[in-house]
């Protein structure tokens, strides 16, 4: 692991590599999730967050039609990570006019999950690092999947090398010294678009 892990570091400076192993790997294993395919439709929810930005990158790989889910005030962020277009996840009209979708690969769960499953095609996939929505019953057609992150050498090293390529952007908030734990502890409740990262 350790061997394979500076392999997927050459190249890219120590704290940008350090922020790349969970958010990029669950990103990418949240999007193999969906079982999608070229030519098909995936709703990246939470897309201008890390893992988000990781499954967006991971299925146009694939050659899919990408919408990003986001928040009102995450709009122009999310002109930035590659998907074909974004969709207010706080604005019930703009849910309301979407497509039936192949799939979503959800990051936040909660009311937005609750939401969403109700566009996924009969035969579609709801896959979510957050688990099942709470009316996940209510749609049997649509097949949901619970996803946990595991390491994988071969993943973490493509993602590596996209975003050293640039082709992938993780963005950095915040590097604090390890005696500000507690404060970085704080920051990342309040939520946010960037990692943030503590140094020795």
Known sequence: MQRAWRRSQKGLDLIQAAALPLVTTTGNQLLSGT???AGQTVMVV?????VGRSAVFTA???GAAVIAGVLKRQRDEA?????????ATDDDTA?????????VADTVGGRTAEKLIAKVKPGGVFASVEGAPQNAAQYPSVNVV??????DRKTLEFMAQAVQDGKLVIPISQTLPLS???QAQAAAEKGGIGKILLVP
């Open 60 to 62: 146009k790989e694939r």
């Open 35 to 37: 079982g999608i395919k």
């Open 180 to 182: 500000e734990a507690a």
């Open 46 to 50: 939470g897309a201008v967050g890390n």
């Open 146 to 151: 619970p996803v946990f992150s595991k390491f």
């Open 79 to 87: 002109k930035t990570i590659g998907a074909d277009q974004a969709v």
């Open 95 to 103: 849910i309301a006019n979407l497509p039936p979708l192949d799939a």
